[in-house]
Antibody, heavy 119, light 108 residues
Framework: QLHLQESGPGLVKPSETLSLTCTVS??????????WGWIRQSPGKGLEWIGS???????NYNSSLKSRVTISVDTSKNQFSLKLLSVTAADTAVYYC???????????WGRGALVTVSS | SYVLTQPSSVSVAPGQTASISCGGD??????VHWYRQQPGQAPVLVVY???DRPSGIPDRFSGSNSGGTATLTISNVEAGDEADYYC???????????FGAGTKVTVL
């Protein structure tokens, strides 16, 4: 059974960069036909798709975040990462890493990582 | 951008049927997927491609997409079905993935 695990700092200061990594186990990023992405959920709110990366490094980002987001992949470590620049309190959320097929549903989710933006 | 509309809450007695709607422009032309999220947990896929169930999801969960509305139906509701439910589609026009705002199901 595929397993996704988010890791990274739980507290980030305003205007700094949020960085998270998702480690994939019991499955390989390299050569698969799946997309690897990030979804976030602000406290008490709904789900927001942030973006995705393919094993080739091709990315796709939510237009609302595109200017601040970078998603990258490291197939040698079977990991992919999220960087969100210039964070504010509005970026406080639980960040989930996910796997999905293009144009489809999110079948696999990590447990989520709470990131709080505060000084 | 594409918008999915769900009721904010649905209440249902145990043993009864809960129906959660999801509306959007030309939603009948899209594949709709549904997730259940219990407090403090990650969402779990319960219905995909309008009406298919992943393995392990009981057949009390069913979905449909017709008449301009997608619907998740939970039959013979149990206390453990109390959760937030989200619908989701892929918006091919801008290659974005969109979620509804979620429906809180309360079991009376």
């Amino acid at each position: 059974q595929l397993h996704l695990q988010e890791s990274g700092p739980g507290l980030v200061k305003p205007s700094e960069t949020l960085s998270l990594t998702c480690t994939v186990s019991s499955g390989s990023i390299s050569g698969s036909s799946f997309y690897w992405g990030w979804i976030r959920q602000s406290p008490g709110k709904g789900l927001e798709w942030i973006g995705s990366v393919y094993h080739s490094g091709t990315t796709n980002y939510n237009s609302s975040l595109k200017s601040r987001v970078t998603i990258s992949v490291d197939t040698s470590k079977n990991q992919f990462s999220l960087k969100l620049l210039s964070v504010t309190a509005a970026d406080t959320a639980v960040y989930y890493c996910v796997r999905y097929s293009y144009g489809s549903y999110f079948a696999y989710w990590g447990r989520g990582a709470l990131v709080t933006v505060s000084s | 951008s594409y918008v999915l509309t769900q009721p904010s809450s649905v209440s249902v007695a145990p043993g009864q049927t809960a129906s959660i709607s999801c509306g959007g422009d030309d939603i009948g032309g899209k594949s709709v997927h549904w997730y259940r999220q219990q407090p403090g947990q990650a969402p779990v896929l319960v219905v995909y491609d309008d009406g298919d169930r992943p393995s392990g999801i009981p057949d009390r969960f069913s979905g449909s997409n017709s008449g301009g509305t997608a619907t998740l139906t939970i039959s013979n509701v149990e206390a453990g079905d109390e959760a937030d439910y989200y619908c989701q589609v892929w918006d091919h026009s801008n290659d974005h993935y969109v979620f509804g705002a979620g429906t809180k199901v309360t079991v009376l």
